[in-house]
């Protein structure tokens, strides 16, 4: 067995679906991203619509969930007045958000059948 989960994914289905544009999928939703932050703002104003924009990727048949720290960085968030250990917290939680839902989405039996795990 491998223990590569993305290279299981490949090896079994010869593909893998990496959920699409996360901040597009935000902003449809309401988000407004016009900051430097980006979709990183979200983890600190509105972490449940990560976790509800990574569950419909899942159900849409995304393999992988990405997380939203593509401009999270300690002095982006300082600048924010958040200290270096809130800063820390907040990427960790972009992590902790895309697993939740992955271990939600995998809660539910009909969604085992036919799918790798992402």
Wanted: negative net charge.
């Amino acid at each position: 067995m491998n223990s590569d989960p993305i290279q299981t994914i490949l090896d079994e289905h010869g593909v893998g679906v990496i959920d699409g544009a996360l901040a597009t999928e935000l902003e449809h939703r309401g988000a407004d991203l016009n900051d430097p932050l980006w979709s990183a703002k979200l983890l600190v104003e509105d972490p449940a619509l990560i976790h509800a924009v990574h569950m419909d990727y899942l159900q849409a048949g995304a393999d992988v969930v990405i997380t939203a720290s593509y401009q999270a960085s300690f002095p982006g968030f300082m600048r924010r007045g958040l200290s270096e250990s809130e800063a820390a917290k907040l990427m960790e939680l972009s992590v902790e958000l895309a697993c939740a839902a992955r271990a939600c989405f995998w809660e539910d039996p009909a969604n085992r059948t036919g799918r790798a795990r992402p």
